[in-house]
């Protein structure tokens, strides 16, 4: 979830014009796009016969020396998407959380390297160090922007969850979201917050264009979904998580996110009640951290609901090197989105569950919020002759 306009638009609309929110955790909306009709009948064919092919990894060696921080991803083809685990037995939150993730489709992707971890405070407060970079939601709304919007409300600031006091039905999200004036990524949940003691955590807050702009000047990119989710399975064949079938296998707990009644209370019984610093789970098979829960990544795709399903209709048999449609639609929601990947640790069985392997996210391109962060790749390099 992820707005400045929208809910920021929608946030800072409601509070007086300017707020835009993302809509990462919402159900495609009812007359989608013929294209997602036979999503349903997809899942409920999974349990009989898998449409999973196996994975079929390149056998390049990783190129030395290694990046620092990084992590070879040797590329291969995969089956890409994401299925529930069974109709019967779902939560509606599940059910919801894999609609635009089908069908199921053949995906090739070249090698690459990927950080390791999500990138960190402290390694983004270099990057302003070094640029005098100021990210959007350090900078105010205009009145240019949100013509409506009283300049009362024409304050920089982003989106920042806050529980609720008692049980409240999950069908309206500005009950947990807010547009909090001075919230920002020195600020994770506003003014009154810091980052002391934090800098081994991811940085939050971030826009597309501010991933966008330190992945620039470390000399990587934002990886593209199809990698992303390549290198999040980590050589597994259609696995339900990172780590495969069981949410806790051996009753442990692989990934940072929401246990408790939502939005109330987190309980903690992963080992962290909200936001974790990187690296507490074990790595993927490829070495990868943080590939589910804790914060959401973005992805250099625009997001559109039905894409996957396009590809079919289109008679893709083996997307290679997919980049994601031209561009952005969302029938609920008219603001441009980029797809986030990985979920967070607001993520659970009651609301969202894109913890799991192969759902989608999706966020405004201009809003951050305090569970959406990011992580780089970067391309072999080539050596002249």
């Not at 990210?135 to 919007?149: D, G, H, M, R, S």
């Not at 609901?305 to 289109?314: C, E, M």
Request: proline share 8%; hydrophobic share 35%; glycine share 10%.
């Amino acid at each position: 979830m992820n707005k400045k306009p929208i809910f920021q638009n929608t946030l800072v609309a409601s509070v007086a014009g300017v707020v835009g929110f993302t809509t990462l955790w919402s159900s495609p909306a009812i007359g989608e796009t013929n294209a997602l009709a036979g999503a349903d009948q997809t899942s409920a064919a999974a349990a009989a016969i898998s449409p999973f092919a196996p994975t079929i990894p390149n056998k390049t060696p990783a190129p030395a020396p290694a990046p620092a921080g990084m992590a070879w991803i040797p590329g291969g083809e995969f089956s890409m998407g994401g299925l529930a685990p069974n109709d019967s037995i779902c939560s509606v939150a599940t059910m919801n959380s894999v609609k635009d993730s089908q069908p199921i489709h053949r995906v090739y992707v070249d090698g690459f390297w990927m950080d390791k971890n999500d990138v960190t405070n402290d390694e983004f407060e270099k990057f302003i160090k070094a640029t005098g970079y100021v990210t959007v939601a350090e900078i105010a709304p205009t009145k240019e922007q949100f013509p409506t919007a009283p300049p009362e409300n024409l304050i920089a600031g982003s989106t920042v969850f806050t529980p609720t006091t008692n049980a409240v039905p999950l069908d309206d999200y500005f009950q947990w979201w807010s547009y909090v004036h001075g919230a920002n990524w020195r600020h994770p949940t506003g003014p009154d917050s810091d980052l002391k003691g934090r800098g081994n955590y991811p940085v939050v807050q971030i826009a597309y264009a501010d991933a966008v702009a330190y992945a620039k000047w470390a000399g990587k990119r934002l990886p593209t979904e199809a990698e992303w989710e390549f290198a999040a399975r980590g050589g597994l064949t259609g696995k339900m998580f990172a780590w495969g079938n069981e949410l806790k296998p051996g009753g442990k707990w692989m990934a940072n996110i929401y246990e408790g009644q939502f939005p109330i209370k987190d309980t903690g019984e992963d080992g962290f009640a909200g936001i974790a610093p990187v690296a507490q789970f074990p790595p993927n098979g490829y070495g990868l951290y943080d590939m589910a829960g804790n914060v959401w990544q973005w992805c250099s795709d625009w997001y559109r609901p039905d894409y996957y399903a396009r590809l079919k209709l289109a008679g893709v048999e083996v997307a290679r090197n997919p980049q994601g449609p031209d561009k952005s639609y969302n029938p609920s929601d008219d603001q441009p989105q980029r797809v986030q990947r990985g979920g967070s640790f607001l993520c659970t069985d009651q609301y969202c569950t894109r913890y799991m392997m192969g759902t989608r996210g999706k966020g405004d391109i201009d809003t951050g919020s305090n569970h959406l962060g990011f992580r780089c790749v970067k391309d072999i390099e080539v050596k002249q002759k």
